[in-house]
């Protein structure tokens, strides 16, 4: 006799609930929040001292250009616009920048060069366990579980110290074994600001070079830490020491195009003929996602990088930026002696020594909106903004 077997075909209904991200959430509260004195110092996006998020002059010169000149808009392939991952080589990859055994290509953001660069681990090795700092961006974890790999937790910042835990940190790299993969910040940490030191840097490299470790480096802010130049160190001491090295590089944040995701994947193996191997499973994967990467924002910096005029006028507008991020971290680190480490970090974000409570608080009672782990955007808010904010915190604090 025949059993008739029954599937139950399940429908979408099916699908259990999922917890949102917490930044996204984070931005529709405040955006949902009615009070008009609302300080928003949640998200990573520069705001400048009127508290808006500016277009760069310099992005604005480079879109009329692109609507003048641009013939097509025909497909320009998965790699996207090569000539923008080349214009990008001397300002990431440095001394590096003529190695052919490094290859890039354009991606949709910093974000979509991470997704990439962990398809590449998990497809070469799927044992790989993925060394990530704690705490990190939230982001990091998701994207490394969604390609299945495995995570090991390294200890990276004693948030009541403002420290980084470099010892704990350095054991618990050596405990990697060759093939797993230590995820690093390129600078300005994120989300502490707690960048590494070139001494730290050196350390951190010999440890991942004798361990046989694959570095893949997530470099989202170049040029709001120290300087462009200064931002690379990591990276390139690291191509400096490893045959083997992958990048996630995003122009999102340094040419304020945050919504058109610009960024960029960088691949070194020891040899041309491997990296170009590894790259047809780049190219593959890239396909497979999203097939092609916007154009718009790439074509701009392309436009932006290629000039000699517009690249200097770029400088003046990120160094103006820098100049920003570091001349507010210094009025609130002079506001209150416990909050003096936000001086001596970098890029745009820090961590306040808050409680999960702390922070509800500040937010029912100040309308003051940053993540409940005490992450702050230092340039998210207006001047107009910055006393309100160093009060309520100095207040947070003395509770
Ligand atoms: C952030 O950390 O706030 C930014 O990188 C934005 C994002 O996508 O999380």
């Known amino acids: 006799m025949l059993t008739e077997t029954k599937t139950k075909a399940r429908g979408l209904a099916d699908l259990p609930p999922i917890q949102s991200d917490s930044l996204l959430e984070l931005i529709a509260l405040c955006n949902a929040d009615p009070r008009p004195d609302k300080i928003d110092v949640g998200v990573g996006v520069f705001r400048d001292a009127t508290g808006n998020t500016p277009i760069l002059k310099v992005m604005k010169e480079a879109e009329r250009r692109l609507l003048d000149t641009q013939v097509t808009k025909a497909y320009l392939g998965s790699a996207g616009d090569k000539r923008f991952a080349e214009l990008l080589r001397p300002i990431l990859l440095g001394p590096h920048a003529e190695d052919d055994r490094i290859v890039g290509l354009q991606t949709p953001g910093g974000c979509g060069a991470l997704r ?4 590449l681990i998990a ?3 799927p044992e790989a366990r993925v060394f990530v700092g704690t705490p990190t961006w939230p982001n990091h974890p998701p994207i490394i579980r969604a390609v299945r790999l495995g995570i090991e937790e390294y200890p990276y910042y ?6 980084i835990r470099f010892e704990d940190m350095i054991a618990a790299l050596e405990g ?10 390129g600078c300005c940490h994120n989300p502490t600001g707690a960048d590494l030191s070139e001494d730290q840097w050196r350390e951190v490299v010999r440890v991942v070079s004798e361990r046989g470790l694959l ?9 709001f830490g120290r300087g462009l130049e200064e931002d690379a160190f990591g990276v390139r001491l690291m191509l400096d020491a490893c045959d083997e090295v992958i990048i996630a590089q995003s122009c999102d944040k340094n040419f304020s195009c945050y919504r058109d995701r610009v960024g960029s994947l960088f691949v070194k193996t020891g040899s041309h003929e491997d990296t170009a191997k590894a790259m047809g499973h780049v190219f593959h994967r890239a396909r497979e996602m999203w097939s092609m990467p916007p154009d718009h924002g ?3 910096a392309h436009i932006i990088l290629e000039d000699p005029e517009l690249r200097a006028r770029w400088l003046v507008e990120l160094d103006a930026m820098r100049d920003r991020i570091n001349s507010v971290r210094q009025r609130i680190a002079a506001a209150d002696p416990r909050l003096a480490f936000i ?7 820090s961590m306040l020594p808050l409680s999960k409570e ?3 608080k500040l937010r029912s009672d100040h309308a003051i909106y940053m993540a409940d782990s005490g992450r702050f955007n230092v340039v998210g808010m207006g001047d107009d903004q910055l006393d309100r904010f160093t009060a309520a915190v100095v207040g947070a604090l003395d509770a």
């Open 176 to 185: 990697g074994e060759p093939g797993d993969v230590a995820l690093l910040h």
């Open 116 to 119: 990439l660069g962990f398809e």
């Open 358 to 360: 702390q922070v509800l």
């Open 343 to 349: 001086g001596k970090q970098f890029g745009m974000f």
């Open 215 to 223: 570095p893949l480096i997530d470099i989202a802010y170049q040029g």
């Open 298 to 300: 790439a074509a701009c």
């Open 123 to 125: 497809a070469v090795n």
């Open 158 to 163: 004693e948030r009541g110290q403002a420290t």
